[in-house]
């Protein structure tokens, strides 16, 4: 990038998208006439996309770090927004159990399907025998072995969207990294990725469970039913081998692990997407990596940080807990709010400051303990990846409209981001 490029401080940046944005410093406390009700406003997808929401957890980090929300169309449940008891809960599956759902659902949609089945919704022990069924897919090594793989889907990408002038940075590049990549480890056939990422689109844009969407699940099955006849070195192949306490997986929790696969991917898509808007809100960052490219690692962390995409974690209580003067009872929902935890200025100087070299950058991002992110290395590798190729393809890139951010209590960063991008 040259220095008259839009990721300079001097460059054209969009200011639209700044105060729209989920990752925008949070306005003052005063701003807020009384913020104790306000707190109830955390169940309303639209508030997250204000940003608003920031100022929200700095009070209750503050005053109430536990939190009672009274049911509405949400069941009862108890807020934690601080880092220390974020971590706490994220590694004591033991008092905080994850096998009966892992997000808020209304609770006319009763228990989520996957509870007790898939990766993400079952306790130790038998947590720890299914998620050694897919581990190896997504250890240093492995990922270390998709690299290559990864940077010419990203060269491809940007290939495209460079030959087009303009591009939906969310859709055309980092929801095609994040797709391509998961199709490619379950098998799916390079032929199908691209209607692999259309209907995942689809569900994740209209905010429904990859389970919904029924064209999709019937290429699962149909994908298992070729892998049952023919194994492959796929993840498909894996979990339909997997045994878990002694017995084969049945069809319908290999079928459900791989709907928690792909759709953990939108967690991957928005954190690749916010670490984009975060370097066009901030373009003397991006200036500062250009020149110094020892920082990549800093700041991926950094962007993993910032954008939090995940938004919350729920969990329930199995005993009794006293957390801050709280009592919370056995059967109590527990909900950690991530980005919080990652703003907590008790543990990261200046949280609303984006530094990419950021140190020590302990964010909570990708969880921590049991449940921590499976999926981990792989995002840190593709968004390593991207940035690189960013600096090395990319002559200028900038804004093209103002952002839509994505309207949910469950994930967080942008919908859409408009972007025109030019070639070196
Ligand atoms: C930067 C992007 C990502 C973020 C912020 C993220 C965040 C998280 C978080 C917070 C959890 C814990 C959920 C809980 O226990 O309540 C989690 C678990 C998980 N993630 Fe990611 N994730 C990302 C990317 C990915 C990718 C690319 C995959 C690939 C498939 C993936 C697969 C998984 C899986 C399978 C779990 C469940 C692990 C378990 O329960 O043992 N994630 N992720």
């Known amino acids: 990038m040259t220095a008259a490029t839009s990721l300079d401080p ?30 109830a406003r955390l169940v309303d997808p639209a508030l997250h996309a204000t940003g608003a929401q920031h100022e929200i957890w700095r009070w ?10 009274e049911p509405t169309h949400l069941p009862a449940f108890w807020s934690l927004t601080r880092y220390e008891d974020v971590r706490a809960v994220y590694r004591d599956p033991g008092r905080f159990s994850s096998a009966s759902g892992v997000l808020l659902r209304p609770t006319e949609l009763r228990e989520d399907p996957g509870a007790g089945m898939t990766l993400a919704l079952t306790d130790p022990p038998r947590h720890k025998e ?3 069924v897919v581990a190896d897919w997504f250890t240093a090594r492995s990922v270390r072995a998709l690299e290559d793989a990864m940077r010419g889907m990203v060269r491809a990408v940007l290939a495209q969207v460079i030959e087009a002038g303009e591009a939906d940075f969310v859709h055309d590049v980092a929801g095609r990294l994040s797709i391509y990549t998961i199709g490619h480890m379950m098998g799916v056939l390079e032929s199908d990725h691209e209607t692999l990422f259309r209907w995942t689109n689809e569900a994740f844009e209209a905010g429904v469970s990859l389970a919904a969407h029924q064209e999709l699940m019937l290429y699962f099955i149909d994908l298992m039913d070729r892998r049952t006849a023919n194994p492959a070195d796929d993840l498909v192949s894996m979990l339909l081998g997997g045994v878990v306490e002694g017995s084969l997986l049945s069809e319908e929790e290999v079928l459900l692990n791989c709907e928690n696969l792909v759709g953990a991917t939108e967690n991957g898509r928005l954190a690749l997407a916010g670490a984009m808007q975060a370097f066009l809100e901030n373009p003397g960052e991006w200036v500062r990596l250009r020149e110094d490219r020892s920082l990549l690692p800093s700041a991926v962390e950094e962007t993993l940080r910032w954008t939090s995409s995940a938004t919350h974690s729920m969990r329930t209580a199995t005993e009794p807990v006293t957390l801050h003067g709280q009592q919370i009872e056995p059967g109590d929902k527990v909900v950690v709010w991530v980005p919080s935890a990652n703003r907590d200025e008790s543990v990261f100087p200046s949280p609303f400051t984006f530094d990419i070299a950021r140190k020590p950058n302990r964010h909570l991002a990708l969880a921590s303990g049991e449940h921590f992110c499976l999926g981990a290395t792989l995002a840190r590798a593709q968004a390593r990846i991207l940035l690189s190729e960013l600096l090395d393809c990319v002559e200028s890139i900038e804004p093209a409209g103002p952002l839509t951010p994505v309207h949910s209590i469950t994930v967080n960063g942008p919908e859409h981001l408009p972007v025109r991008i030019t070639g070196k």
């Open 60 to 69: 209750m980090r503050e005053h109430s770090p536990v939190h009672r929300h």
């Open 130 to 132: 299914l998620r050694g």
């Open 10 to 39: 001097t460059g054209p940046i969009d200011p639209t998208p700044h105060a729209a944005g989920p990752v925008a410093p949070a306005p003052n406390a005063a701003d807020l006439v009384d913020p104790a009700p306000q707190a």
